[in-house]
Structure formats: C-alpha cells, structure tokens
C-alpha cells in the first residue's frame, strides 16, 4: 500500500451533506468482481455523476475538466454514513482519490478508508465552507496535506491544523494495512498455533474433497 | 489457586496472542466458516495483494446463502438469475484458487455453514470459531466461542493471518430455571428473552445462557437458541458444554477420535464457569412463564405468547417505541388490539440456520400427521444429512401428504438471498430470526414462531396455538 506523507493535489468540493455509502457505491455494485481494470472507480458516486441513460451530468463538480485527477475530495457533514459496506472505501480509492476532508465521516467508513490508505481528516465546518470558497474562485486548485505535522495548507496558504489517532497515522504514513500489522507479530502467531496444535492434536483440520 | 472464571474468559484467554496499547486483542482462530455473501471482496482483495490462505485446511467454504432449494440436478446452468449464479460461481473459484476445503452444490455434506459446522463435529468446545454471518454464534451452543467478521476486510484478514482482532466483550449470564410447559420450545425460550431485554438489550456482551431450562434442552433447542443471540444484539451466545453435548459430538465426522477423545473430554470439563465466577450482568428468567411465541411487528422484540392480542400504540407511553409500534402495525396491515390467533396467513416456511435441524422437522411433522395445510408452504432441510435423516424417518412423506413442499437445503427464504421470496403483501409464518420490514422480499409480511406453531399455522391458515389446535 502507497504510504501517505505529503500529498498536494488538485481538490473538488462536494458541497452535499449525507453522502451515504449507498451513494458513493450503488448496492447494484456490490456483486461486482473488483480486478484491475474493472474496478469501482466508474461506479463511484455513480448516480450524481451520470444521468438514466450513462450521459455525465454537466453540472456536477466532478464532471468539470479543472477537477480531473483530483485526488482530493472536501466533503460536507456525514459523507460515508449509513451501510457498513466495504466496497464503498474501494470505489473512493479506484476514482484516484487519496485523501477527504470534511466536518465528519461514518465511523465503519473512515476505518474502511484507513485500511486503504486514504486519509479522512476532519475539519471545522467554517474552514471547509472557506476551502470551498476558495476552490470554487479557482477551479483546479491544489491543497496539500502535510500527514507528519497534521496540518492543511489551503490554496491561500491558509494553514488548518487536524487531529488524527497516532494508530491511524502510524498506518497511513507507512502505508500498512491490518494484515500488515499483524504480520509484524508473525513468530507470536507462530509460536502459538504449535503450542496449541501440540497440546490439542484433536482439533479439526479439513481437506478439499 | 486462580480466581473463578467464566466460559467466556477461559476460552477468550486461551486464544489470545497480543493484546494491543489499545486495548484489542489479536486471538487465534481455530476454525473459520465462509459463505458465499460478501466473502468474494475479501478473495478479490487478497488477489490483488497477492497475499494467501495461511492454513487452509482450518477453514471450510459453505455454499449456503445463494443456492436454490428445487432443481439441484441441473446445477449453476439451471439458475435463472445471472448474478445469484455469479455470486455461487465465485465461491467456487475462490475456494479453488485459495485451497479452501468447500461444501458446494453437490458435497454430501452440503447445508447451511451453521447446521453443519455442529452437525460435522467441527464446532467443539473451547474452540474459538468465525465466520462472515451473523448468526455464528450458533456454534456457541456446542461450548465454543463463535463469533461473526465482516465479509471483507476483517474475513480477508482471517483468511491471510489465522487470527483476528477483537475488542473484549463484556459477560452477561443469563440464567433460565424451571421446566417449560408443554409445546413451549428453544424458539420460544429466546423470543421471550428478546422480547423481554429488547433488539439491542445484550449490545456489547458475550452470553452465557445457563439454569435447569437449558441444562434440559437438547443440542438442536441449545443451537436455536445462541442463534437468535445476535437478535437481542449480541454477537456472542454460548453454552458451557456437558454430557448432552459430548453425546451429540462423539462419531461425528471431525469429531476426536480414540485416545484424543479422551484427552478432549478431560480439557472440554475444563470450561464450564466455574462456581463464584462473576459476570458483568446476569439476568433470570423463570421457565414456568413461557407460552408459544408469535411476532406481530417489524423486530424480533416484537413479539408475543400467541394467546396475546396485537398491541395499541395509544396505550405505550415511551414515544420512540409508540412510534416503532405504529409504523410496524402499518407495514404488518394490523389494527390494534386484534387477536394474533385471528391473524390470517398466506403461506408458510419451515426451515434455516434457526429452526431446520432433524428435531424441529420432527416437531412440525408430530403436528401435520395426518392433517392437510390450508396454505401453501415448503419445507427446507438444514443440511443434506438432516434431509436424509427425515427422509429415513418418514417425514417428507408426512409434509406432502399434508400439502407442504419438500425442499433441498440452504437458506433460502430466511431472507431470500436466492431469489426465493415472499410477494409484496403475502404474509409468512416461518421458522426463520427476523422479521424486519423486506427480510423476506420487500413488501413480506413475516410472523416468526417455533416449527409446530408454523405447522398449526398452516393447517388452520392463520396464527394458532399449537395447544389449541
């Protein structure tokens, strides 16, 4: 996983509140095989993004030529809320995105994001309207996200301060995952699974029939 | 000498590795089940990762939620719908290309993951057991500790490390003593219970159910029980294992065998709390008070002894709950104050993870010999072998003498993920753990109740009293 440090990168404002999961992926995706090359990233956001007939809605930020390869996305209040659904994360991360930033997150879902490496840092929401502001006088605009000293640097050098769990920053700026992390404790796994396997040589183990 | 522990702790302390500066552990996983749902985003993820099944043969993949109960013999190319058949394809592959050990279409073995996982010896005591549903705790039953993971990310990590990372629960004995009164069962036992503490009235506990009631109940009630745990919102149900539980384990097919049977029982004697343990909570119920449960609303909660009336919203003071109650009656097209015995069904379902093994066929059977059901309905073995059990014993022949469909095993219209479905508006005494609003297809009417009050149900073509009938 790409470790997160130092990101500056073109931001889009979503000025929506209640971005539920359901809305960053629709449930008709949910049965989707994610492989490289058909991933979640078209179905991010899906239904703001294209009309019924798959035409992209003009009016929407995304679809605007300043904000392609944005990898920054500032959001409004909840954005992530509602199903624990992983995949949501996933279809974040396969649009290209690195990092959110808004006034709050869904719980399961800015864990989800960790996991993945990408950043939810939250922020007052007068400094999100004011990032908006900013990214609205110029389209295209880059914010930088200065991970190590937890620090915003808006487009007008405006520096916001956020707080993220040292655990959390940890992951991110190595750029590891739950696996990862357990793997560090590989030989205590070890060393435990032949203790138990010696003391208990009952316990059931299966083959492929 | 150490102080007193509970089952819980015993098994917990046994299987953790680390504990975390955060206060989570990182405990051993002996054993982990895996159904179709969501359990292809944790493959697809591992693959992109290139990562691998650390020790396979401590899992087992279950084809449970998506296959169809009726024409088996035409296999996935017989499944109409595309995505369902996707969905039961990738499980195939992932089991393959993962070397998992797997119970498809067409295992001898097949059924749902939690009436095999007892039925095949896998469950033990003291084993700590996972699997991505939430109704794992069914194997607590057999004195392990079984817990629920996510789909994705927490069964991936399953999958890659053999472990998994907890937050320790806290303990919550729940003592039933007494006997119960006649044509009151393990289904019954737990409605009440819910009924009683509420859908979110064991939040964040481990449960232990222990008095006379369950020391008396057979493996099959024991299992109906820790199922529903997940309904009063635990994810963790358990039950100290004992003489009926080494009964029901030795010969099974995993199961220990010869000298190993031996040292397992010494161990397995072990785990029961032991006297003056203490629990973070304990609630008592006394046996004597249940009667035959129906639900009437939208949440296992709400439910009630089938001689009970629907409730009026306009006499429940907590507005939240009067609320709750008007929206249930409005999707449930009940009118207050009416009689649950004079509520008219469509159809019935007897089967699932909750209510589908040998005991349950036997006890909705004992109601429909020599009767005829006035409504339509089937009947879906647990498992392949709970099937061959009934058929052995005569049953099928009992349910479609009296009109009912003999079906194959698996989930099926417990909440529909194979397209088995309610229509909009029918309403479905079943055997089944929830009756939330579209459990059942959207628009399903769902009355939840034990095999015999499903089996009265539908031979008088509304919600009966099995006593009465």
């Not at chain 1, 440090?5 to 979503?14: E, I, K, Q, Y």
């Not at chain 1, 007068?126 to 990214?135: P, S």
């Not at chain 1, 620090?151 to 991110?172: G, N, Q």
């Not at chain 2, 990182?26 to 359990?39: A, H, K």
């Amino acid at each position: 996983m790409q470790p997160f440090t130092v990101l500056t990168a073109v931001a889009a404002p979503l000025e929506i509140a209640s971005v539920d999961t359901g809305m960053i992926l629709p449930g008709r995706y949910m049965r989707r095989h994610r492989r490289p090359g058909h991933d979640y990233g078209d179905a991010f956001l899906y239904d703001l993004r294209f009309d019924a007939t798959g035409g992209a809605r003009a009016d929407f930020v995304l679809n605007g030529p300043a904000y392609r390869g944005a990898e920054i996305l500032v959001t409004w209040r909840d954005f992530g809320c509602g199903s624990s659904r992983e995949g949501a994360a996933f279809a974040v991360m396969d649009f290209g995105l690195r990092a959110l930033v808004g006034p709050s997150f869904g719980e399961i879902f800015e864990v989800n994001c960790i996991q993945n490496g990408i950043l939810a840092a939250t922020l007052p929401e007068a400094a999100i309207q004011d990032l908006w502001r900013q990214l609205r006088a110029s389209p295209g605009a880059a914010i930088t996200i200065d991970l190590p000293n937890q620090s915003l640097i808006a487009p007008d050098r405006t520096v916001h301060a956020f707080d993220i769990s040292p655990l959390r920053k940890e992951r991110l700026m190595r750029g590891i995952d739950d696996i990862d992390v357990t793997l560090e404790y590989r030989d205590a796994i070890e060393s435990f699974e032949a203790k138990r396997r010696a003391a208990m040589p009952w316990l059931p183990t299966a083959q492929r029939e | 000498m150490s102080a007193p522990r509970t089952l819980f702790e015993k098994i917990w302390s046994d299987h953790v590795i680390v504990t975390s500066p955060q206060g989570e552990a990182m405990l051993y996983v002996d054993f982990n089940l895996i159904n179709e749902g969501q359990s292809f985003l944790a493959f697809d993820q591992l693959r992109l990762e290139g990562r691998i099944s650390r020790r396979p043969q401590q899992h087992l993949a279950v084809t449970d939620h998506y296959l169809p109960t009726v024409n088996r013999a035409s296999g996935t190319a017989g499944m109409a719908n595309p995505e369902i058949r996707r969905v039961v394809e990738m499980l195939d592959e992932n089991a393959r290309d993962f070397h998992l050990p797997h119970v498809g279409w067409f295992h001898r073995d097949q059924g749902i993951a939690h009436v095999i996982a007892p039925e095949l010896g896998i469950a033990q005591p003291g084993m700590l057991i996972t699997c991505n549903d939430s109704h794992t705790a069914t194997n607590g039953a057999c004195g392990a500790l079984a817990v629920p993971v996510g789909g994705g990310n927490q069964l991936r990590h399953v999958v890659a490390t053999q472990t998994v990372w907890l937050k320790k629960p806290k303990t919550l004995r729940m003592t039933i003593d007494g006997v119960l009164p006649a044509a009151v069962t393990a289904k019954d036992v737990i409605l009440s219970i819910i009924r009683d503490i509420g859908i979110g009235g064991a939040t964040g506990y481990a449960v232990e159910y222990s008095g006379s009631a369950i020391s008396a109940m057979s493996m099959e009630g024991r299992l109906t029980v820790c199922n529903m745990s997940i309904e009063a919102g635990a994810r963790i149900g358990m039950i100290a294992p004992d003489d009926v539980t080494y009964d029901f384990l030795a010969g099974r097919k995993f199961a220990p065998k010869g000298a190993d049977w031996n040292k397992a029982l010494a161990h397995w004697r072990t785990l029961p709390s032991d006297a003056g343990a203490t629990f973070d909570r304990e609630l008592s119920f006394d046996a004597a008070r249940f009667a035959p449960m129906v639900s009437w609303g939208t949440s296992p909660e709400d439910s009630a002894p089938i001689d009970d009336a629907v409730p009026d919203p306009a006499r429940i003071d907590d507005a939240d709950r009067r609320r709750h109650v008007e929206r249930a009656l409005d999707y449930m097209q009940l009118r207050p104050q009416t009689p649950l015995a004079e509520i008219a069904i469509d159809r019935v379902f007897i089967g699932s993870c909750t209510n589908s093994r040998i005991e349950d066929l036997r006890a909705a059977a004992a109601v429909l010999k020599g009767r005829r059901v006035t409504v339509r309905g089937m009947v879906s073995p647990g498992s392949s072998a709970v099937k061959r059990q009934a058929e052995a014993e005569g049953l099928d022949r009992i349910f479609t003498a009296a009109g009912l469909e003999w079906r194959d095993s698996g989930c099926s219209m417990c909440n529909g993920s194979n397209g088995e479905l309610i229509a909009p508006g029918e309403r479905c005494a079943s055997t089944t753990n929830r009756n939330y609003e579209g459990r059942q297809g959207r628009g399903a009417l769902t009355h939840i109740m034990s095999p015999a009050m499903v089996a009265a149900a539908a031979v008088a073509g509304r919600l009966t009293d099995v006593r009465r009938l």
